[in-house]
Nanobody
């Protein structure tokens, strides 16, 4: 069982920056692919970013590419999402998730953290 706990959400003005963290329990964190997703009110959850188990590979949705950076520290069992040049449309609950097998299927999810970008 893996527990994921996000933190770092909050209110920020458009153009500002925010950094999210996701702390994972368990010893196998370094073997998981990790992802960030978000869900805005009235919308479906959407993919934001993904990072391979070692951190060498990163992938982003077109909507955040060039503005967000995903990274991880396996020694701290933590994955990060650094967000720059935030826009009001980035407002959502952000979730981290663990893909144990690297297949794109995320088995474990955090509870989410709210990010609100004011215009």
């Amino acid at each position: 069982q893996v527990q994921l706990v996000e933190s770092g959400g909050g209110l920020v003005q458009a153009g500002g920056s925010l950094s999210l963290s996701c702390a994972a329990s368990g010893r196998a964190f370094s073997t998981y692919y990790m992802g960030w997703f978000r869900q805005a009110p009235g919308k479906e959850r959407e993919f934001v970013a993904r990072i391979t188990w070692g951190g060498a590979g990163t992938y982003y949705s077109d909507s955040v590419k060039g503005r967000f950076t995903i990274s991880r520290d396996n020694a701290k069992n933590t994955v990060y999402l650094q967000m720059y040049s935030l826009k009001p449309e980035d407002t959502a609950v952000y979730y981290c998730a663990a893909d144990q097998l690297g297949t794109g299927e995320y088995t474990y999810w955090g509870q989410g953290t709210q990010v609100t970008v004011s215009s």
